[in-house]
C-alpha cells in the first residue's frame, strides 16, 4: 500500500514506519541482503510496471516466508496474484509436493512474472486460476470433501471482498490452518477521518476498518496484526 504522509503527498517507500530512512535500514539490512535471487528479479521487473505498489512488500514477504517454512504448508490458496512476488515467495517456502491454488482475473499480470517463476522451478506448486475468487471459492465449497482441505490462505486482493473470502476460508481452512491479510492498515488511512483520506483510498478505508473490528471479534479465530509491510493479520482458525 502506499504511504499517504499529507493530502499531496504520496509515497511507497517508507512502509508504515516513521521515516523513510528508517523502513530504508530495515530493507537495506536485513530484508534485500536475504532475498532469494529470482524473487528479487521478479520485484524489479514489476518495478516498471505502473501498478507495481500493488506488490506485496518485501518486509511483510520474508515475514510470511518464515511463517510457511515453520507451518509446512502442502495444500495453500492465495487470492490476488498481480505479477506473483507473493506468489512465488510461497511456493519457494511450501514443501516440494505442496500445492497453491493462485486465483486471480487477470491472467496478463501473471504472466509477467510467469518466466521467472518457470525459472525458479516452482511452477509445478502452482494452479492459476483466472477468475474472480468468491465464484472459485463456493465452488470448492459444492465438495464437502474440501472443507478443512487447505493448512493455508493468503489474501491480498480487492479489500472490498475481504470478508466474503474470510467466511468461506473460514471453512476450507483446516482448524489449526493459518489465513493472512494484506494491507490491513491501509496506508495509515484506517485512523484517518474519511475526508482526510485519499478518496480513491475510501472504500479499501472502509472496508478495512470494518474487517478489523470484525477479525478481533471473530471467535472462530487466534489473531495478531503486524505492522510490516502495510499491516497484515495472521489468523489461525481455532473452530
Ligand atoms: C494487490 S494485487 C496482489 C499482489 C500480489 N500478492 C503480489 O505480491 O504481487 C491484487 C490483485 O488482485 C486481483 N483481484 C482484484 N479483484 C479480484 C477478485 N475479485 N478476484 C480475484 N482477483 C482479484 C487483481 O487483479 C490484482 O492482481
Ligand atoms: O494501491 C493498491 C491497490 C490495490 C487494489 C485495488 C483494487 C483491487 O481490486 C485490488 C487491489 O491493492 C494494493 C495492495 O494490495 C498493496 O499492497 C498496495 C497498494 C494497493
Known amino acids: 500500500m502506499a504511504n499517504y504522509n499529507s493530502q499531496d503527498s504520496v509515497t511507497k517507500k517508507m512502509g508504515l514506519l516513521h521515516t523513510e530512512e528508517l523502513y ?10 536475504r532475498e532469494p535471487e529470482l524473487l528479487k528479479e521478479l520485484r524489479e ?3 516498471s510496471h505502473p501498478l507495481s505498489m500493488m ?3 518485501p518486509d511483510a514477504g520474508q515475514f510470511l516466508a518464515m511463517l510457511l517454512k515453520l507451518i509446512s504448508p502442502k495444500s495453500t490458496i492465495e487470492v ?3 505479477t506473483g512476488y507473493s506468489l512465488l515467495l510461497t511456493a519457494l517456502s511450501i514443501p516440494e509436493n505442496g500445492k ?3 486465483i486471480d482475473v487477470s491472467r496478463e499480470y501473471y504472466e509477467m512474472g510467469l518466466p521467472v517463476i518457470k525459472r525458479a522451478g516452482v511452477e509445478h506448486k502452482i494452479d492459476f486460476i483466472e477468475s474472480e475468487a468468491v465464484p472459485v471459492l463456493d465452488q470448492l465449497l459444492e465438495h464437502p470433501g474440501n472443507e478443512g482441505g487447505f493448512d493455508f490462505a493468503f489474501v491480498d486482493a480487492d479489500k472490498e471482498n475481504y470478508w466474503n473470502y474470510h467466511e468461506r476460508l473460514m471453512k476450507l481452512v483446516k482448524v489449526g490452518g493459518i489465513v493472512v491479510y494484506d494491507n490491513t ?6 485512523i484517518m477521518e474519511e475526508e482526510s483520506s485519499l478518496e480513491i483510498l475510501r472504500p479499501g478505508r472502509a472496508a478495512t ?5 470484525a477479525l478481533a471479534a471473530d471467535p472462530r479465530i487466534e489473531i495478531s496484526q503486524v505492522p510490516l509491510g502495510d499491516g497484515i493479520t495472521i489468523c489461525r482458525r481455532i473452530h
Not at 25 to 31: A, F, G, I, P
Open 55 to 57: 506488490s506485496t512488500a
Open 185 to 190: 492498515l491501509w496506508g495509515g488511512t484506517v
Open 209 to 213: 476498518i470494518e474487517l478489523n473490528k
Open 45 to 47: 521487473l514489476t518495478a
Open 80 to 82: 490476488g496474484v498481480y
Open 24 to 33: 530504508k535500514y530495515l530493507l537495506e539490512t536485513s530484508v534485500y541482503p
Open 100 to 102: 497453491i491454488m493462485a
